[in-house]
């Protein structure tokens, strides 16, 4: 039988089936194969896939958490590490944030009847149509200038004999300023996806566990939570990838010291020199944890979940 | 002292009352069963009972503590609900060891309780699948299960069976009746079933549009329905209404209707003075209803047979008095044929006669 179908596939079939192959290996490949070459060869062009191999370019990128001497270079203005622990940072908390409020707002805004109730599950997804570049200048402006603690202050002046630094202590160059924007972008988006899955956990479960004993807490931690993982995981798939991507927001609002690595990607490029095979050593490098991250999550991601709980 | 008491039960959806003030005392260990239609309220009074759903007005007593204001897990009871409510995530053994693992009880008597409920429901072998790879009528144990595993005072079931297929239906049902000289707790049960409520309760409460219509043991509910609701709900095939007037001729008299006339005997007659008028509705069972050919006119009733519904051993003809639909109950190897008209002879013991006005029985 599945041999009869394979044969009698009209050969357009394939030549679309390789087309969308090559669309989305394309790149990545490209990017691979470039970051193991010199940038003489990725610029000259000719070459293709026969060239020389080098780590080089792996060597510039990381040059800050290399254990040795690198020959090439004399000095490291490539951050990598500290990008990257920036990046994790960011990313991970931000994700972890939104999903702990997202599915408790999505929660009260499923099962709870309040006032403005239809209002706010309306309107959260419309937050989320505004492009990040809208936000831009005024959270700019806020996170320098309105969210501050003055310097002479205790708390700014404690912060600022800890941690060094000049000026007022302010949200912008902060961890918890880009988090804070992160979860405010990506808040609706994960609300609406988990209210999606809240509203398929048979209401009767709930009561069930409430005849059981269970507090409204235990309710939700023992009997809804372990029923929407699957909307857990993908939300938090969509959430840390946005997070670890996101360029525009995190340039504006991060500092020398809390960069991203997206940010720091575009940091060798000036106006006499592109460093393109560091740039993809660096694209290369920045592929690796949201892949690791969605292999794992997407595991999560089992349909049927509440199979089995009701009739029907 | 009654375990749990109604007072006044009250439940109001904005300004729609779906029930009115309901009244009921429920004693230790008996099992009582909620019956009626749909949309009678029944659900809604256990869920209130249960803690599931607010009350409006009124108030619920267990063990003389008025309980409509406390949350369901202060008020000990333990539910079995319609679509099993089994935790999907969790396997049979910790679905039904839920509550006592939220009770922080110490692992031993955890899984001694768990080992001696499962073998009581033949779930030994399955304690460690997940619900959705048992069938129907194990789910439906499991979710008995997990209410034995609690020591509570009472069980509420809301309709347990009906989402179970007709035989595994009669075969749980059983099951339920043996389970329930075992456990000897008080138990709630609600059904839309008057089968189920016949073989199980100790008491019956008809519930019908809010209102309890009567309540008593199941023979009571059969031999006296209280009114001409009870007498339509309770009995398969249901019971026989014949819109009658009480005449007079001589001494002489007779329950007569339309295609229909018959003769009162004494009992009948002191019965009849009870009526608030002449106009009353006559109730006959359809297994009181005796297949007769040679009985006088007086004391039988002619139907044209319509449709024979063969179900075994007996069988239930449809018929036809004169346009007034009647159901007969009768030996399957009686011999009729379709279009038949056929005499039937009437147990003036065993009619029931309601108040056309009231729907309320007379005598």
Same mark, same amino acid.
Request: with cysteine.
């Given at each position: 039988?599945?041999?009869?179908?394979?044969?009698?596939?009209?050969?357009?079939?394939?030549?679309?089936?390789?087309?969308?192959?090559?669309?989305?290996?394309?790149?990545?490949? @490209?990017?691979?194969?470039?970051?193991?070459?010199?940038? *003489?060869?990725? &610029?000259?062009? =000719?070459?293709?896939?026969?060239?020389?191999?080098?780590?080089?370019?792996?060597?510039?990128?990381?040059?800050?958490?290399?254990?040795?001497?690198?020959?090439?270079?004399?000095?490291?203005? @490539?951050?990598?590490?500290?990008?990257?622990?920036?990046?994790?940072?960011?990313?991970?908390?931000?994700?972890?944030?939104? @999903?702990?409020?997202?599915?408790?707002?999505?929660?009260? @805004?499923?099962?709870?009847?309040?006032?403005?109730?239809?209002?706010?599950?309306? =309107?959260?997804?419309?937050?989320?149509?505004?492009?990040?570049?809208?936000?831009?200048?005024?959270?700019?402006?806020? +996170?320098?200038?309105?969210?501050? &603690?003055?310097?002479?202050?205790?708390?700014?002046?404690?912060?600022?004999?800890?941690?060094?630094?000049?000026?007022?202590?302010?949200?912008?160059?902060?961890?918890?300023?880009?988090?804070?924007?992160?979860?405010?972008?990506?808040?609706?988006?994960?609300? +609406? &996806?988990?209210?999606?899955?809240?509203?398929?956990?048979?209401?009767?479960?709930?009561?069930?566990?409430?005849?059981?004993?269970?507090?409204?807490?235990?309710?939700?931690?023992? *009997?809804?939570?372990?029923?929407?993982?699957?909307?857990?995981?993908?939300?938090?798939?969509?959430?840390?990838?946005?997070? +670890?991507?996101?360029?525009?927001?995190?340039?504006?609002?991060?500092?020398?010291?809390?960069? =991203?690595?997206?940010?720091?990607?575009?940091?060798?490029?000036?106006?006499?020199?592109?460093?393109?095979?560091?740039?993809?050593?660096?694209?290369?490098?920045?592929?690796?944890?949201?892949?690791?991250?969605?292999?794992?999550?997407?595991?999560?991601?089992?349909?049927?979940?509440?199979?089995?709980?009701?009739?029907? | 002292?009654?375990?749990?008491?109604?007072?006044?039960?009250?439940?109001?959806?904005?300004?729609?009352?779906?029930?009115?003030?309901?009244?009921?005392?429920?004693?230790?260990?008996?099992?009582?069963?909620?019956?009626?239609?749909?949309?009678?309220?029944?659900?809604?009074?256990?869920?209130?009972?249960?803690?599931?759903?607010? /009350?409006?007005?009124?108030?619920?007593?267990?063990?003389?503590?008025?309980?409509?204001?406390?949350?369901?897990?202060? %008020?000990?009871?333990?539910?079995?609900?319609?679509?099993?409510?089994?935790?999907?995530?969790?396997? /049979?053994?910790? $679905?039904?060891?839920?509550?006592?693992?939220?009770?922080?009880?110490?692992?031993?008597?955890?899984?001694? !309780?768990?080992?001696? /409920?499962?073998?009581?429901?033949?779930?030994?072998?399955?304690?460690?699948? !997940?619900?959705?790879?048992?069938?129907?009528?194990?789910?439906?144990?499991?979710?008995?299960?997990?209410?034995?595993?609690?020591?509570?005072?009472?069980?509420?079931?809301?309709?347990?069976?009906?989402?179970?297929?007709?035989?595994?239906?009669?075969?749980? %049902?059983?099951?339920?009746?043996?389970?329930?000289?075992?456990?000897?707790?008080?138990?709630?049960?609600?059904?839309?079933?008057?089968?189920?409520?016949?073989?199980?309760?100790?008491?019956?409460? /008809?519930?019908?549009?809010?209102?309890?219509?009567?309540?008593?043991?199941?023979?009571?509910?059969?031999?006296?329905?209280?009114?001409?609701?009870?007498?339509?709900?309770?009995?398969?095939?249901?019971?026989?209404?014949?819109?009658?007037?009480?005449?007079?001729?001589?001494?002489?008299?007779?329950?007569?209707?339309?295609?229909?006339?018959?003769?009162?005997?004494?009992?009948?007659?002191?019965?009849?003075?009870?009526?608030?008028?002449?106009?009353?509705?006559?109730?006959?069972?359809?297994?009181?209803?005796?297949?007769?050919?040679?009985?006088?006119?007086?004391?039988?009733?002619?139907? $044209?047979?319509?449709?024979?519904?063969?179900?075994?051993?007996?069988?239930?003809?449809?018929?036809?008095?004169?346009?007034?639909?009647?159901?007969?109950?009768?030996?399957?190897?009686?011999?009729?044929?379709?279009?038949?008209?056929?005499?039937? %002879?009437?147990?003036?013991?065993?009619?029931?006669?309601?108040?056309?006005?009231?729907?309320?029985?007379?005598?």
């Amino acid at each position: 039988m599945a041999a009869s179908t394979e044969k009698s596939q009209h050969p357009a079939f394939y030549a679309v089936v390789v087309m969308l192959v090559i669309m989305a290996v394309g790149p990545i490949a @490209l990017m691979f194969i470039n970051s193991f070459k010199f940038d *003489v060869d990725i &610029i000259s062009g =000719t070459s293709g896939l026969l060239f020389m191999p080098t780590i080089q370019n792996y060597e510039t990128a990381l040059c800050d958490i290399l254990p040795y001497e690198i020959d090439h270079l004399d000095f490291c203005a @490539l951050k990598f590490g500290g990008a990257f622990m920036n990046s994790l940072i960011i990313a991970l908390v931000s994700t972890v944030l939104t @999903l702990v409020i997202g599915c408790m707002a999505a929660y009260a @805004l499923v099962r709870f009847k309040f006032m403005g109730r239809d209002t706010v599950s309306g =309107t959260t997804l419309m937050v989320r149509m505004v492009p990040p570049a809208v936000l831009l200048v005024p959270v700019f402006g806020l +996170w320098n200038n309105e969210f501050c &603690i003055s310097k002479s202050s205790f708390l700014g002046g404690l912060i600022r004999d800890t941690f060094g630094g000049r000026g007022d202590v302010c949200l912008a160059g902060t961890h918890s300023g880009i988090i804070l924007i992160y979860i405010a972008m990506n808040l609706p988006f994960v609300i +609406w &996806i988990l209210q999606s899955f809240i509203v398929q956990v048979p209401r009767q479960l709930e009561e069930a566990a409430r005849m059981d004993g269970a507090g409204p807490f235990q309710v939700f931690f023992k *009997v809804v939570l372990p029923l929407i993982k699957p909307g857990l995981a993908a939300a938090a798939i969509f959430t840390f990838r946005i997070a +670890w991507n996101e360029y525009l927001l995190a340039s504006a609002l991060s500092d020398r010291d809390t960069k =991203t690595v997206p940010i720091l990607i575009v940091n060798n490029m000036s106006e006499f020199n592109v460093e393109w095979g560091v740039i993809m050593a660096t694209g290369v490098l920045l592929a690796i944890p949201p892949i690791i991250f969605t292999l794992f999550a997407s595991r999560q991601i089992i349909t049927g979940m509440t199979a089995g709980a009701v009739k029907g | 002292m009654p375990k749990i008491k109604l007072e006044n039960l009250t439940k109001r959806y904005g300004s729609l009352e779906v029930l009115h003030s309901i009244n009921l005392e429920m004693e230790d260990a008996e099992f009582t069963v909620l019956v009626g239609p749909s949309g009678c309220g029944k659900s809604t009074t256990l869920r209130m009972i249960a803690g599931l759903e607010s /009350v409006s007005s009124g108030e619920i007593f267990i063990d003389d503590r008025a309980v409509s204001r406390l949350e369901p897990k202060e %008020r000990d009871l333990a539910m079995v609900f319609q679509d099993y409510a089994l935790y999907p995530h969790m396997d /049979v053994a910790k $679905n039904m060891s839920f509550a006592l693992r939220l009770q922080k009880r110490p692992k031993k008597e955890i899984e001694d !309780k768990i080992q001696e /409920v499962s073998e009581m429901l033949g779930l030994t072998d399955y304690l460690h699948r !997940k619900p959705a790879e048992l069938s129907g009528g194990q789910r439906q144990r499991v979710a008995m299960g997990r209410a034995l595993t609690r020591n509570s005072s009472t069980f509420l079931f809301d309709e347990p069976l009906s989402n179970l297929d007709a035989k595994l239906r009669t075969q749980m %049902r059983a099951e339920l009746a043996m389970l329930r000289q075992r456990v000897q707790k008080n138990m709630i049960y609600v059904t839309h079933d008057q089968i189920e409520a016949m073989t199980l309760a100790d008491k019956i409460v /008809v519930m019908h549009s809010g209102h309890i219509q009567q309540q008593g043991t199941p023979e009571e509910l059969f031999k006296k329905p209280a009114n001409k609701f009870v007498a339509g709900f309770l009995g398969t095939p249901p019971m026989n209404f014949l819109d009658t007037t009480i005449t007079q001729s001589g001494d002489q008299h007779y329950l007569e209707g339309n295609g229909f006339r018959l003769l009162c005997d004494h009992t009948t007659e002191k019965r009849l003075s009870f009526a608030d008028s002449k106009e009353i509705v006559l109730g006959i069972r359809p297994s009181d209803l005796y297949f007769d050919s040679d009985a006088p006119a007086e004391s039988a009733i002619d139907i $044209n047979v319509v449709l024979s519904e063969y179900i075994g051993a007996q069988s239930v003809l449809i018929g036809d008095c004169n346009g007034q639909k009647l159901m007969v109950e009768l030996k399957s190897e009686t011999p009729i044929a379709l279009g038949q008209t056929l005499r039937f %002879r009437v147990n003036l013991d065993a009619i029931h006669i309601f108040s056309k006005s009231t729907e309320l029985a007379i005598g």
